[in-house]
């Protein structure tokens, strides 16, 4: 069993732009591959977990987050970093399109998403960490018995001014994903 660590995708690895349609604006954090390159030689799985509800408002598609995802891989991995799995949850509860207007147990915090990753790899929860910009995130941790982390990048500080300055439920607020990764590190 190995410890994991699932990532947010948009406002945590890349700046969020609302709801991403086209590849041309997608835009790194400039710490975003250094710190799934620490990720994987420590050891960890690495995956990413984003709610993609873009997909059932009809504001995207399915293949064009497959093929956003795999365009990340390429990036990472052309840096040597890599990501073991990247999952996404295409429901919204005012979907447009009727087969994703569903009460899914894949939308953050919802489960499912870890749950695929657990179908996929041999993961220690007790021993892995939720990295994200939103309550949802960190409530993702603790659900599954991991430990939740918030970023403060993309909403990430509005939700800590939400919440009163701490976030419930977080093991720690960092800074963006460098920071909290060297603290997952740390804490290992």
Same mark, same amino acid.
């Given at each position: ?7 947010? %995708? ?6 969020? *732009? ?11 954090? =400039? ?8 990720? &994987? ?6 995956? @990413?977990?984003? &709610? ?12 064009? #987050?497959?093929?956003? !995802?795999?365009?990340?891989?390429? @990036? ?13 949850? =295409?429901? !919204?509860?005012?979907?447009?399109? =009727?087969?994703?207007? /569903? ?27 939720? /990295? ?5 995130? @960190?409530?993702?941790?603790?659900? @599954? ?22 976030? =419930?439920?977080?093991?720690? *607020? ?6 909290? #990764?060297?603290?997952?590190? %740390?804490?290992?």
């Amino acid at each position: 069993m190995t410890p994991a660590v699932f990532i947010d %995708r948009d406002g945590t690895m890349i700046q969020d *732009v609302g709801y991403l349609s086209r590849a041309a604006d997608i835009t790194w954090y =400039p710490w975003t591959i250094d710190a799934i390159r620490l990720l &994987n030689r420590a050891g960890f799985v690495v995956c @990413v977990t984003t &709610n993609q509800g873009g997909i059932g408002l009809g504001h995207t598609t399915e293949a064009f #987050v497959r093929e956003t !995802h795999a365009g990340m891989a390429r @990036v990472l991995g052309d840096a040597g970093a890599r990501v073991d799995g990247w999952y996404y949850c =295409p429901h !919204h509860p005012d979907a447009i399109v =009727p087969a994703l207007k /569903i009460d899914c147990a894949c939308r953050k915090p919802g489960r499912g998403m870890i749950d695929q990753a657990l179908a996929d790899h041999a993961i220690d929860l007790a021993k892995s960490f939720t /990295i994200g910009d939103k309550a949802i995130d @960190v409530a993702l941790g603790t659900g @599954v018995g991991a430990r939740g982390i918030l970023v403060r990048t993309g909403y990430g500080e509005a939700q800590l001014e939400k919440f009163g300055g701490a976030m =419930p439920g977080a093991a720690y *607020v960092a800074d963006d994903l460098m920071s909290a #990764v060297s603290w997952i590190l %740390r804490s290992s």
